[in-house]
């Protein structure tokens, strides 16, 4: 069941400063070289990705399906079309954009394959894809701090600055949940494509980068 992010909008921004100690924002910035034109970024969220999109001079869609989500990246971005839209059905056409991105969201699709084929369907050829996602890190010298911070720490935190401790507990379990590495390669190399994978900061952050393949004439 997806969770409800309408609940969490307005300390989302917060919670993600949490969970990455404030590193998010490199890592965003890290997965959009190379990125350029007119560009979908998908389960936008509050617009943090769509604002350094914009900031490299892109055109950005943004599309996710919460609307009180959306209604804080309008507030951050006025000049993105962001709109509501489900991953797994995009409202758009074959090969309509030039790239597409997706920062800490797909671990969050319903139905996971479903979504990303629906990512590379309006991306067009020769075109990038890029995701970015949290996830446990490799290392057993650092996965037991990593475990104490997002299962105690986290938390507990959610609870002193949020009043709850829900959305604090759900997201680290999903990310625990969540494939990784070669195992979501493989799921990325059953659409069809080659994919690559970038370790960031320990592998706490995995960037995923797709160039779908040109037509040949």
Not at 18 to 30: A, E, N, P, Q, V
Not at 52 to 71: F, K, N, P, Q
Not at 95 to 110: K, L
Request: with cysteine; charged share 25%.
């Amino acid at each position: 069941m997806a969770y409800n992010f309408d609940t969490i909008a307005r300390t989302y921004d917060r919670l993600n400063r949490l969970m990455t100690l404030g590193l998010d924002r490199r890592w965003r910035k890290r997965a959009l070289r190379g990125i350029q034109g007119n560009v979908l970024d998908v389960a936008c969220g509050t617009g943090d990705m769509a604002v350094s999109l914009v900031e490299r001079g892109c055109t950005v869609t943004g599309v996710d399906i919460s609307e009180e989500m959306l209604a804080i990246a309008r507030q951050k971005a006025p000049i993105v079309t962001f709109m509501i839209a489900d991953a797994e059905h995009l409202p758009f056409h074959d090969a309509s954009f030039d790239a597409v991105t997706c920062a800490f969201g797909v671990r969050n699709f319903v139905h996971l394959e479903q979504g990303l084929s629906e990512m590379l369907r309006v991306l067009k050829p020769g075109g990038r894809m890029v995701i970015l996602e949290l996830a446990t890190p490799d290392s057993s010298l650092i996965r037991p701090f990593y475990n104490l911070y997002t299962r105690r720490i986290i938390p507990w935190l959610g609870q002193r600055l949020a009043g709850s401790c829900e959305a604090y507990t759900y997201l680290p379990r999903s990310i625990e949940r969540f494939p990784k590495g070669k195992e979501f390669l493989a799921i990325l190399q059953r659409q069809g494509v080659r994919a690559t994978e970038r370790k960031i900061t320990f592998g706490v952050c995995r960037m995923y980068v797709v160039d779908k393949e040109a037509a040949r004439g």
